[in-house]
Each structure stands twice: as structure tokens, then as C-alpha cells.
């Protein structure tokens, strides 16, 4: 299968120089991350749907597997420790994961859930739970660094599988409040879906046609979009938006849903692009081209 980035991000230090995060893209449109205790010769990787590429690259990059980090259970995440287990693989290995779905953890060896901290190589590694894609959801906040599976992506969020709204867009907007430089270490490139949508809803927005333009850029040449910053989710992402009064008119002009709160303008927002009508916008309507 032939994965949508040809070309992935190269490593950064985060955590004052002493984690180094690594992407490794996986499957179709998947990015694992592998974080490198730097001058340990060790590493933790985050969900995945598969061990062998993971391996591969971490022989390739003379790190030993360490940990394992899982945001939630879907199969795409959870997939490497399974992997992991029929290879026998995890005697050594810590691996931590969601207490609220603990039961569907391949190999776990630490539960943790809101206010837990996991220590990655002499670093706090926060626990937050992010629910809203799915119940038992956390995500893993480092100095520099979030690792928020299918919470917080790229221009968008995750499908709502176990929902509330609320839930969702209490995870959203906690994430949002996380310092502006924090890296959006995501699951998955889906960067040009997700800015597709944004457009249709804040075509006036300006910050959001540089984005394009240059998403667009990296993306035609193999590039990949992810991770992001926190400033750029907050000025570009329609979900972390709600309160923009250009975004709360276009999903009330689409839908029939109410949009007389925040959390409203989030509920029909989400609703609005899970009909995948953006994906009806022709490249013509968006701004990849120069700045006038």
C-alpha cells in the first residue's frame, strides 16, 4: 500500500533538547511516532497499525524499542501491539494505554487516564484525557509536543464515534489552550481534506489561504503537513473556531442545525463536513495559486 507522504518530516528536539520525535509513516495515511530519549539509545513509539516499518526504522536508527504509547483502541492504533505480542516482541517493553478501554490493550502494562504522568527518558509526559472520538481517549503532552492520536489533526478533528459534541469540543478547546509553538503530533495526514473543508466555511480568512498555499506546496511533492503548531490550528482550524462569527454563519446557511452557542457552532460544523461535500470543491475555488 502506498502511503500518501513520500517524504516524511525530519526528526525534532523538543522537551529542551532532550526528546527527539521522529515520524514514520505507516500503512495508508498513518504517521507513528517514535520519541528518542536522546544519548539513551532508546525510544517510545505512539499507536500504529503495524510493527514491521516502526522495527525497521528503529535497527535503521540504532534505537531499541522502549515503550510502547497508545492514545485508543482502534485497530490502526492498537495494531503495532499486537504485532508486537505474536512476535513475542513486548518482554521488556512498557506498554502504556487508556484505563477506560484498558481490557483492549494488546500487552499492557500501565492504565492511565486524566492527571497520570508517564516518564519518556527523564521527561514528564503528561496524560490528558481528549475524549469525543472515543471514550477512554487520552493524549500525551510533552514540553513542545502533543501526541493526540484522533483528537486534535491537522485543519481538523477526528470522526465523533462515541461523542458528545461536548466531549469533543471540551478536548479541542483544552488542546487549543496548549502554548503556541506545541508541535500537533497527530495520527494521520489528512491536512488537504481538512483545509479543503475550512475553506468552505472561512474563505475570507487569510491566514487560512497562506496555509493552503503552502500545504498544497509540500503535499505535491511528497511532503507531509504534519505536524503543525498550536497558533496555526488556532488561527486556521474551523473546529477550534466556533466562535468566529464567519464560521458560525456559513454552518448555519448549510444546515438546519442550531448555531446559537459555541458549542452549537462546533455540533453542526462537524455534522456539516461528515456530509463530504467539500470534497466537491474543485482546486480552482481554492487559493493555491500566488497571492494576488
Known amino acids: 500500500m502506498e502511503h500518501v507522504v513520500r517524504t516524511p518530516r525530519e526528526p525534532f528536539l523538543v522537551a529542551g533538547g532532550a526528546l527527539r520525535v521522529h515520524q514514520v509513516p505507516v500503512w495508508k495515511d498513518n504517521l507513528v511516532w517514535v520519541i528518542e530519549g536522546v544519548d539513551t539509545g532508546r525510544a517510545a513509539v505512539v499507536d500504529g497499525p503495524q510493527a514491521g516499518p516502526v522495527l525497521d526504522y528503529l535497527a535503521a536508527h540504532g534505537l531499541v524499542l522502549d515503550t510502547v504509547l497508545n492514545t485508543h483502541t482502534h485497530g490502526d492504533h492498537i495494531g503495532i501491539n499486537a504485532e508486537l505480542v505474536a512476535r513475542d516482541l513486548l518482554d521488556g ?26 516518564d519518556l527518558f527523564g521527561v514528564a509526559a503528561q496524560v490528558w484525557r481528549t475524549e469525543g472520538h472515543m471514550d477512554g481517549h487520552v493524549s500525551y503532552v510533552v514540553p513542545g509536543a502533543v501526541f493526540c492520536g484522533d483528537t486534535l489533526f491537522t485543519g481538523g478533528c477526528g470522526y465523533l464515534f462515541d461523542g458528545p459534541p461536548a466531549k469533543m469540543f471540551a478536548s479541542l478547546s483544552r488542546l487549543a489552550a496548549l502554548p503556541g509553538d506545541t508541535a500537533v503530533c497527530c495520527a494521520h495526514e489528512y491536512t488537504e481534506d481538512n483545509l479543503r473543508f475550512a475553506w468552505t466555511v472561512e ?5 487560512l489561504a497562506d496555509r493552503i498555499r503552502r500545504v498544497w506546496a509540500v503535499r505535491s511533492a511528497g511532503g507531509c503537513a504534519v505536524p503543525s503548531t498550536i497558533d496555526e490550528e488556532r488561527a486556521t482550524n474551523p473546529f477550534l473556531r466556533a466562535s468566529v462569527s464567519e464560521v458560525a454563519r456559513a454552518v448555519a446557511a448549510a444546515s438546519s442545525d442550531p448555531a446559537d452557542s459555541a458549542l452549537a457552532v462546533f455540533t453542526a460544523t462537524r455534522r456539516l463536513k461528515d456530509t463530504g461535500k467539500h470534497k466537491e470543491l474543485p482546486a480552482s475555488k481554492l487559493p493555491i495559486g500566488e497571492p494576488d
Open 203 to 207: 474563505p475570507g480568512n487569510a491566514a
Open 93 to 118: 517493553v512498557r506498554v502504556v494505554g487508556p484505563a477506560l478501554a484498558a481490557d483492549a490493550v494488546p500487552g499492557i502494562t500501565r492504565a492511565v487516564d486524566e492527571g497520570d504522568v508517564v
